[in-house]
């Protein structure tokens, strides 16, 4: 073989071999930005089942709407169609203003039913909820 040959089959092989690292560095970042995502709804999704639980149980602990709503520190919000009790979050979970929330909490009545069984689902304020789930005031 002459050097030329032998210079561009090194060539070659050098390429392919930088393909294939260029390859494993692309799926291995893959992975981590899907770890991350995961990571991420892992995250809200904790969070969102702490202040559930947290709006859950005050709702058992108090009969009138409006202790429910100063006791979770939100707003409470009665239209003749609807009585929800709207907490705001930040994107540390942290109770916060409308303007400047992330996440809402939302106790709502259940239609058809008696006032004492309520909806209760956390959200993104895009529109994406995280969980949903219904509660029944203490005695019923």
Excluded at 63 to 76: I, M, N, R, T
Excluded at 114 to 123: A, C
């Amino acid at each position: 073989m002459t050097g030329r040959s032998r210079a561009s089959l090194l060539l070659i092989e050098k390429l392919i071999v930088i393909a294939v690292f260029a390859l494993c560095a692309a799926a291995c970042a893959s992975i981590f930005v899907e770890s991350y995502i995961t990571s991420n709804e892992a995250k809200d999704l904790n969070y969102a089942l702490i202040a559930a639980k947290n709006g859950a149980e005050r709702f058992k602990a108090y009969e009138d709407p409006q202790e429910v709503a100063k006791s979770l520190g939100g707003d409470y919000w009665f239209f003749t169609e609807d009585d929800a009790i709207v907490v705001f979050y930040s994107e540390n979970w942290h109770r916060t203003f409308e303007h400047l929330a992330v996440y809402v909490m939302t106790l709502s009545l259940i239609e058809g039913e008696p006032p004492y069984i309520r909806k209760l689902s956390v959200e993104k304020t895009t529109g994406e909820e995280i969980l949903s789930f219904t509660v029944a005031a203490r005695g019923s």
